[in-house]
């Protein structure tokens, strides 16, 4: 195996634990609040600025609308949000969230700040480490 193969894999491999550690970093936070950590990415993007279309929820998130739909309509049946036709759009679906998930909008909040500490990186770190993956995972367009 060639080095650049070897390179590649390890790099596959670092990416799969990190994602792996970080959903179950989540875990004792998101549990008692009835959120799995895709259900918590939808209802932090939804705290930012709701209400969203599907696709634009799908788009920031970089889900399609397979796994997306599901995601919101678990979140509807456990009272965390709202599906409602767009009146200037029929087609469009827009998503908002419910009073109960406004209710435990701190809760939401801190969860970022517990990560943060349990990443033992400082501030530059995590930024770079946020600006790599973002690079990463959303390629720029030369």
């Known amino acids: 195996m060639s080095k650049s193969h070897s390179v590649g894999m390890q790099l596959s491999f670092a990416l799969y634990g990190a994602a792996n550690r970080m959903a179950r970093m989540h875990k004792p936070f998101?549990?008692?609040l009835g959120l799995t950590f895709p259900q918590y990415l939808v209802v932090l993007e939804l705290l930012n600025g709701?209400?969203?279309?599907v696709g634009t929820?799908?788009?920031?998130?970089?889900?399609d609308t397979g796994t997306i739909t599901p995601l919101i309509k678990r979140l509807e049946a456990a009272g965390f949000v709202t599906r409602t036709r767009d009146?200037?759009?029929?087609?469009?679906?827009l998503v908002d969230l419910t009073p109960r998930a406004e209710s435990i909008r701190d809760e939401i909040w801190s969860i970022g700040q517990k990560i943060k500490s349990a990443c033992k990186l400082d501030e530059q770190g995590l930024i770079d480490l946020r600006d790599t993956l973002s690079d990463l995972s959303r390629p720029r367009q030369d």
Request: aromatic share 0%; net charge negative; no cysteine.
């Open 50 to 53: 709701s209400p969203l279309s």
């Open 57 to 63: 929820l799908g788009t920031r998130l970089d889900m």
């Open 87 to 93: 009146p200037d759009d029929e087609r469009r679906v």
């Open 30 to 32: 998101l549990e008692p």
